[in-house]
């Protein structure tokens, strides 16, 4: 008994002349129960910068995937594949929209009703240089129809006098412009996930249709040097 009661005091008196060894031990242990505990591993590496970029990890560092442009280059490829098989699906408008052209704009449309159709436009004349917008490509979830109809035309033109490209080419790049992603646009996982899948399942993944960006890797080495 006497030898239990001189140990523990050899060990109080240890504990006073050196308090740092005591709360060594006491965050050492705490950390390693949390650790335990923590075993479950996240779902997704995926996360969302700024509603900007998405990040991810990959073998040589870290990824960034710019959303618009990344979504650009998956629409454009998509709206091509389908106006030169065409094979586009529409989604029916619930409310159809009537859209007032001018004379120019109403002839240019119906110029290129074909391969709108291809994609899944549908609409009908509607009298005095007008249109009643029935449906939109189907890929193309919760849009306004008829301000997306309005910014493909607008966009259309404006490609036709800056770009010597066909008509279906025009086509697949003006709707992709106009109907991706826009930066703000909050992504959950899911999204951020289906976006890198169909992007990097894309012909040409690494660049937008007018020759931006998509993706930037940070090399680990390069992290390294920050700190």
Do not use: W
């Not at 335990?36 to 990959?58: E, G, L």
């Not at 020759?211 to 680990?220: A, C, D, M, P, S």
């Amino acid at each position: 008994l006497k030898t239990e009661i001189s140990q523990q005091e050899e060990s109080n008196r240890q504990m006073e002349i050196h308090p740092e060894a005591q709360s060594t031990i006491t965050l050492g242990s705490a950390a390693n129960v949390s650790e335990q505990r923590n075993t479950t591993k996240p779902d997704s590496s995926y996360f969302q910068i700024h509603k900007k970029y998405i990040a991810t990890q990959v073998k040589s560092g870290l990824m960034l995937i710019a959303q618009q442009p990344a979504h650009e280059r998956i629409l454009y490829e998509k709206f091509r594949n389908q106006i030169s098989k065409r094979s586009g699906a529409s989604q029916q408008a619930l409310f159809p929209q009537t859209l007032k052209l001018n004379a120019a704009d109403f002839s240019l449309i119906h110029d290129i009703q074909d391969e709108l159709n291809a994609i899944g436009f549908e609409f009908s004349d509607f009298g005095n240089n007008s249109i009643v917008i029935n449906g939109v490509p189907a890929d193309l979830k919760s849009v306004n129809e008829k301000v997306l109809f309005e910014g493909f035309i607008e966009q259309f033109k404006l490609n036709q006098s800056e770009l010597s490209i066909s008509n279906d080419e025009n086509i697949a790049r003006a709707i992709a412009k106009r109907s991706a992603l826009k930066v703000g646009t909050t992504l959950n996982t899911e999204e951020m996930s289906s976006i890198i899948d169909q992007l990097f399942a894309c012909q040409s993944p690494n660049y937008s249709p007018d020759g931006r960006k998509t993706t930037f890797i940070l090399e680990l080495d390069k992290i390294d040097q920050f700190f």
